[in-house]
């Protein structure tokens, strides 16, 4: 596994795009095929860059998948932050979560016990839509605010940083002081992490199962929607029973940046 992770961010920090996608195409596959290799990664950081480009690129190109892999980004380079701190990991995190957005408004919802809404449109749905919302806000501003150096570098978590600001002047967390909001961020990522360090990282059959079933809907899937032609396979997926998530709806899985990668010093800033 290794080596594919080495062969990806090769391809990724000389923006040979083809062949990025190509090889974590590859990487994903052997992850499914050999998940207990998640636990011998020798460079959390070279692997977590890569699964955040994954993720920008939307790499693979499905729901389930996708939520998968950030699951799995998550962990890795989580559990390598609680071993040995550094800003760099945190910023690989805040990385997954800004391109996964949505994916971990549900990757983090058993965590935090945020599982059953009714329907989408009901009033507990969209107080659960909030909540996790909020939460993965908290979890921003405690990697953000811990670690300085990283929105003092990179202009893009400055902008964030803003936001988050203006958030907090407006009150929006209820008159929780910043310090209460850095400490619930920091035991939300505990708990996240908890959780999906069993999920994919603790050596038993159901990891190998649950890793192998998401795979194999996803390659079924392709199959599918390739032979059947189909260009926009983000579009054409949703008028099928083929995602769990209903509530994400239809939507784009082409932004207007969608071809533009990492610079190759965002890697290096530390």
Known sequence: ????????????????????????????????????????????ENFASVIATMLQLKVPNDDDAIEQIAGIGYAIISKSIYSKPAPNKNMFRLLMIHFAREHFNFIFRPAFDLLKGGSVWSTRAQMIGTEISNAIYKMEIADLYMNPIIYQ?????????????????????????????????????????????????????????????????????SFTLQHMGMIFIGYFKKLFPLSKKGEMLIRTYASGNSELFLKRNITKFF
């Open 153 to 221: 570098k990179i202009q893009m978590f400055a902008d964030a940083k803003s936001e988050l600001d203006a958030l907090i002047a407006k009150n929006h967390f209820y008159n929780q002081t910043l310090e209460s909001i850095i400490d619930e961020g920091i035991s939300l990522h505990k708990k996240a992490f908890d959780f999906l360090n069993e999920k994919y990282l603790t050596p038993n059959e159901n990891v190998k199962t649950e890793i192998n079933l998401v795979g194999s809907q996803y390659k079924t899937q």
């Open 1 to 44: 596994m290794n080596e594919l992770v080495d062969r990806a961010l090769y391809y990724i920090e000389n923006e040979q795009i083809p062949q990025a996608k190509s090889s974590m195409v590859t990487l994903y596959d052997y992850i499914q095929e050999n998940p207990h290799e998640l636990n011998h990664i020798d460079n959390p």
